[in-house]
């Protein structure tokens, strides 16, 4: 029974894609807002689950690959979300709902048991671990958005206007949902690091390890304070900035998927569940 406000999450989301997909077709309000009420439908029942499983736990659900992936999804739906409401790309919506139901359906595939170390069952992990989500998923709005700013820059200067020429939003619009995805990610990224690294001085003894997930978080936080300051400072607009945003993510990815799959880290589902 606790899987079932997940089950119907994810049936909200594919619903949400089809009629997204179709907005994108024939570009119709009721579309739009009929796309947006599933998907916070789909966040609400997310939510839930989330909640549900932090209750019978008494953890946040994170020690394994389909727990994980549960609240990577849910946080990108939260801050698509709040986008929708405080600068709406209408478009996004037949990226992230796609993205957060195929997230969904690995998680439901995936292992989600596991329970985290004693030493490291804290509100204060999960505080950390919310925030560098938050920030993450900001960050994968900004990729999506570089590559709708990348597509319509090559129909504009190729001159060949296609299908997606008048469904996607200026480059303008598309260039400030980069600019607006920086100045709210950057800021929870960087609360994400700090209160991992004092988590890591009070449960570990030591503030950094060098552990390759930190230094792949490291490398791509300095490419964001880089394009923050680029943009702030010298005016940075349009297609370097696209493909910084581009660039950083793929970095994240790389941290994500290297810390499990391969590279040795204490931020590997099996360390979080042995960690002395």
Same mark, same amino acid.
């Given at each position: ?37 599933? %998907? ?13 499983? @932090? ?26 979300? /709040?986008?929708?409401?405080? +600068? ?5 919506? *037949? ?8 997230? =969904?359906?690995?998680?439901?595939? =995936? ?16 505080? +950390? ?7 993450? *998923?900001? /960050?994968?709005? *900004? ?10 820059? #090559? ?10 020429? #008048? ?5 303008? @619009?598309?260039? *400030? ?5 920086? @100045? ?18 009070? @449960? ?39 493909? %910084? ?21 204490? +931020?590997?589902?099996?360390?979080? #569940?042995?960690?002395?």
């Amino acid at each position: 029974m606790t899987s079932l406000p997940l089950i119907l999450a994810l049936a909200a989301y594919f619903a949400a894609t089809g009629v997204w997909l179709t907005y994108l077709i024939w570009s119709r309000e009721s579309l739009y807002a009929g796309g947006r009420g599933l %998907m916070l439908t789909g966040g609400v029942l997310h939510t839930l689950y989330l909640a549900l499983e @932090t209750l019978s736990r008494g953890q946040f659900p994170i020690a394994s690959a389909g727990g994980s992936l549960v609240v990577v999804s849910w946080a990108l739906v939260t801050v698509f979300l /709040f986008f929708m409401w405080r +600068h709406p790309v209408k478009v996004l919506g *037949a990226l992230v709902a796609p993205l957060a139901a195929v997230l =969904l359906c690995g998680a439901l595939i =995936l292992p989600r048991q596991g329970q985290l170390s004693p030493h490291l069952q804290s509100l204060w992990l999960g505080f +950390h671990i919310i925030a560098a989500l938050l920030g993450n *998923a900001t /960050f994968t709005l *900004a990729f999506l958005g570089g590559l709708l700013y990348l597509l319509q820059e #090559r129909q504009i200067k190729s001159k060949k206007f296609g299908f997606f020429y #008048r469904r996607l939003p200026s480059l303008d @619009t598309l260039d *400030a949902l980069n600019s607006y995805c920086l @100045t709210l990610g950057f800021p929870l990224f960087t609360l994400g690091m700090v209160t991992g690294s004092l988590y890591a001085q009070h @449960t570990l003894g030591t503030f950094w390890r060098w552990d390759p997930k930190e230094t792949m978080t490291l490398i791509a936080w300095l490419l964001y304070a880089a394009l923050l300051h680029e943009r702030l400072v010298k005016g940075w607009r349009g297609r370097r900035a696209a493909l %910084m945003a581009i660039g950083g993510f793929v970095v994240l990815v790389v941290a994500f998927v290297g810390a499990n799959l391969g590279l040795s880290s204490y +931020h590997s589902f099996e360390s979080l #569940r042995r960690l002395p």
